[in-house]
């Protein structure tokens, strides 16, 4: 079995590949993005629950307020979008998935 996501232009995530695993630890030293990682799940995963067709940034039930797209897009850049690539793969199935958030306020994928 594959899984992996991909994640570009999230905060310092420019560009990352992460392969899932069914149990998986967040390691390395202050400021190497672990938090972020985090964060960028908890929006995607309240973004796609969500039926608001413009982006959500805050999360009351997990205390993260990201403010504004121009706060969370890589280098503040609004004209770049945030992406997320899921990838799966088994001897029976596979997936892809792209989600994409754009400088105008809404999904685009």
Excluded: H
């Excluded at 594959?2 to 420019?14: D, H, Q, S």
Aim: charged fraction near 30%; charge should be negative.
């Amino acid at each position: 079995m594959k899984a992996e996501l991909k994640i570009k232009n999230f905060r310092t995530l420019k560009s990352v590949k992460v392969d899932m695993r069914p149990t998986m630890f967040l390691l390395g030293p202050n400021g190497a993005g672990k938090s972020t990682f985090i964060k960028s799940l908890i929006f995607l995963s309240k973004n796609l629950n969500s039926n608001n067709e413009g982006i959500i940034y805050n999360f009351p039930d997990s205390k993260i307020d990201l403010r504004s797209f121009e706060n969370i897009v890589s280098d503040g850049d609004i004209s770049k979008e945030i992406e997320f690539e899921f990838n799966f793969e088994d001897e029976f199935n596979a997936l892809d998935y792209i989600e994409t958030f754009g400088g105008g306020g809404g999904r685009t994928g």
